[in-house]
């Protein structure tokens, strides 16, 4: 008997879309959620319920008005705060500088953390050197925090002879032993409980080494996220996991990635002290990351962290956002700019004015101009000259087997 | 000595000398192993050093990825073979690529012991023999024993190998050879490779090892089709150089060449599927180098490109006569 052809029922189950669309206003409600809110429990003792509160609410310290406030004050040092500024502002301008490379074919690709800087520079700050930090492709500014040479970054982007990982990989996909900083993987959310096991290492050899991770919103929808939280809860390593969740996963907005609570409460069900915050404001972010920190050396396990921020940028410069969002919808977002904001506080604080922002505008910008004169000078993308094509037998294997090694002779290099 | 010994021997004997070495897995602490291959060895060497994972095979291999990174040695046990799947992506895109997608400044030596192979009526997911999917993985060594004394040696040298290890253990061959008879099922006792030696015994990776001397026929096998095969060639009646693999990746081309080139004629045995079967490999690398010395065509005697079955996996597996019929026709040309 030849089957029907089924009829579809106009509203069979939720397909769930963004909140505009091109064309669209954007108009987010002002938050609820004020500095002061929310207690500061106690790193060591703190038992997951006690956080259900500022899973569902949001850890804020900068108010609108730039002055910081509450528990969660970090009480940073002027030094610091001007060290996090400056080193947001160099995250900003390297990005563009390396988009404007990126329209004339020096380099195939790239990835701006544009919206997003304070996340990797103020929690990689709040951490101490020795402790590993395993990113997501938007955590590069982590390497700017522990001194990376720009020229060593950019000799990766553009894939020159110089690029320390052999131009086998995409820009942005950074690897920086002498820095912690863990090769980037595109298959994403892998580093979430690989994480988990560089930590439960560290904790194995009874080194004072914290763990740090980070994967988006749209990626906790992965196994690996929920792995890295079981795994988290079971074993309870010093390990800080966060999700940063910036609203859009390339055009898939959040409310694909979940139909639940907010993303942070997710980390309370596995018994771990799970914490929203504010994604644009310095201070919560350097505040919160102190405060995990603090718990995984003291042996008391992980924390989870929902970083609350809006991608501002595109997804890459292979993705263009006017597809699927209102252009501007950026300049609606309640949290800001997270510059802009801890440069207002920074005013407010009487430690920072105009004239000098202007100034460490152009002193960056000249330095990432004569960082990227320097990588184009030793070859990129376009032009070469590129690594020996020898590096593609190489390294497969701590040594090179005879298959490999026959194949390298066929083609001669 | 039985297979479980042996590998149980080898983990004794790493966790005892190296610090770094790690054991862990879905019930291989307390209860030491669904198969008993780490039975004692958390009681002996605590619970921090050899315990109990959550049921996620994707969990298991992106913990050991990053204990690997940060320099432990972590050996872990996938139940069965057919459950590998859920960490693929780990093991494919994450841990044989870490060294090199970081130019070499990240490296993480796991080494992933796994029960495959069918004969214990175990129908579809507990007796597949997925190697091919893993020798097709630029950055991996796959490793397959096939006995006692062998089980020892080269699961030591997976250890130590720096590079990740897929370690494939023939689970109907555990407690003793199979010879393709499913009602025969003798123990190690009395068998040449039961001898193990005491203390640290190593088999260096890449090399097959020459289980019968002959000169008609060269066998190439690996795993339990390295004892189904001996049974094949005595059916046979003809002179067969046996050679069992036991490292696919990287493997010992030059043994089985040298052997090719001799006796003119070659049958390939394994259990998986024909079609894109590391048999393939064999039968294409051996063309290439012994085409003029080559008597007859290459033959191979594999499972079917079908789901494992249940109750006829005795029609399933490459079976004695099925391996007899193959090397007499070799001998027809």
């Known amino acids: ?413 | 000595m039985n297979i479980i010994e042996a590998l149980k021997q080898s983990l004794d004997d790493l966790l005892s000398r190296d610090e770094r070495v790690i054991v862990f897995g879905e019930d291989v602490g307390y209860f030491g192993g669904v198969f008993r291959v780490t039975d004692g060895l958390q009681e002996e060497h605590g619970a921090h050093r050899v315990f109990d994972t959550p049921l996620a095979e994707g969990g298991i291999v992106s913990m050991a990825i990053g204990m690997g990174l940060n320099g432990l040695r972590p050996v872990v046990e996938i139940q069965f073979a057919d459950y590998i799947f859920p960490a693929y992506d780990q093991i494919v895109n994450e841990m044989a690529k870490f060294r090199h997608r970081s130019g070499g400044e990240f490296w993480t030596p796991v080494t992933i012991r796994s029960p495959a192979g069918g004969g214990i009526r175990g129908g579809h997911h507990h007796s597949q023999s997925p190697e091919s999917q893993f020798t097709h993985t630029p950055g991996l060594k796959v490793v397959y024993c096939s006995t006692p004394n062998n089980a020892k040696g080269l699961l030591t040298s997976s250890i130590e190998c720096d590079d990740p290890v897929i370690f494939f253990e023939p689970k109907r061959c555990y407690r003793g050879p199979f010879y393709g008879d499913p009602h025969d099922v003798p123990t190690w006792a009395g068998h040449p490779d039961a001898e193990v030696p005491e203390g640290t015994y190593r088999i260096p990776l890449g090399q097959a090892r020459t289980v019968l001397e002959g000169d008609e026929c060269t066998v190439i096998a690996w795993g339990a089709m390295v004892h189904v095969s001996q049974t094949g060639i005595e059916q046979s009646g003809v002179s067969c150089h046996l050679i069992d693999l036991q490292t696919l990746m990287p493997w010992d081309r030059d043994a089985l060449v040298t052997s090719v080139r001799r006796t003119g004629r070659c049958v390939i045995v394994h259990e998986a599927p024909k079609t894109s079967g590391y048999g393939a490999e064999m039968s294409a690398s051996i063309q290439e180098r012994c085409f003029w010395h080559l008597e007859a065509p290459v033959l191979r005697v594999t499972g079917w490109d079908t789901p494992f079955p249940h109750s006829t996996e005795w029609d399933y597996l490459p079976s004695p006569a099925r391996i007899a019929s193959a090397i007499r026709k070799t001998q027809e040309a």
């Open chain 1, 1 to 413: 008997m030849p089957e029907e052809t089924p009829v579809a029922t106009s509203e069979p189950y939720c397909i769930p879309t963004a909140p505009y669309r091109p064309g669209d206003e954007a108009s987010f409600e002002s938050w609820p959620w004020r500095p002061g809110d929310l207690n500061r429990p106690d790193p060591v003792d703190c038992d997951a319920a006690e956080t259900v509160h500022h899973a569902r609410g949001m850890v804020r310290v900068l108010g609108d008005d730039g002055v910081a406030a509450g528990a969660w004050d970090p009480k940073l040092s002027p030094e610091n705060v001007i060290t996090g500024l400056e080193l947001m502002l160099r995250l900003r301008i390297f990005d563009d500088r390396m988009m404007k490379l990126q329209r004339t074919g020096k380099l195939s690709f790239y990835i701006r953390s544009f919206g997003e800087e304070a996340i990797a520079i103020a929690q990689t700050m709040a951490l101490q050197p020795q402790d590993w930090v395993f990113p997501s492709y938007r955590q590069p500014g982590a390497q700017l925090v522990r001194g990376r040479d720009m020229v060593s970054m950019i000799n990766h982007c553009i894939g020159n002879e110089m690029d320390n990982v052999k131009g086998r990989q995409m820009p942005v996909h950074y690897t920086w032993r002498e820095g912690r900083f863990i090769s980037i993987s595109s298959p994403v959310g892998t580093q979430f409980n690989q994480a988990v096991g560089v930590a439960m290492a560290s904790a194995y050899k009874g080194d004072d080494e914290v763990t740090i991770t980070w994967l988006g919103e749209g990626t906790s929808a992965q196994g690996d996220y929920h792995y890295g939280l079981n795994f988290a809860s079971v074993y309870k390593p010093p390990v800080i996991l966060n999700v940063v969740n910036n609203q859009y996963a390339i055009s898939t907005h959040r409310n694909l990635a979940t139909g639940g609570s907010t993303f942070a409460e997710r980390g309370i069900s596995y018994g771990i002290p799970s914490f929203r915050v504010d994604g644009n404001d310095f201070l919560a972010l350097f505040a919160i990351t102190r405060w995990a920190r603090e718990r995984a050396a003291a042996g008391a396990g992980a924390t989870h962290i929902e970083i609350y921020t809006y991608r501002s940028g595109a997804h890459s410069s292979s993705d263009d956002p006017s597809r699927y969002r209102p252009v501007e919808e950026h300049l609606a977002w309640p949290g800001g700019d997270p510059v802009e904001r801890l440069a207002a506080h920074a005013i407010a604080s009487g430690i920072w004015d105009e004239r000098k922002h202007a100034e460490a505008v152009q002193r960056i910008d000249e330095e990432v101009v004569a960082a990227y004169k320097e990588a184009t000078s030793y070859g990129d993308l376009a032009n070469g000259p590129w690594p020996s094509a020898s590096t593609m037998f190489t390294e497969v294997y701590s040594e090179v087997p005879w298959h490999i090694q026959e194949q390298r002779e066929e083609l001669g290099v």
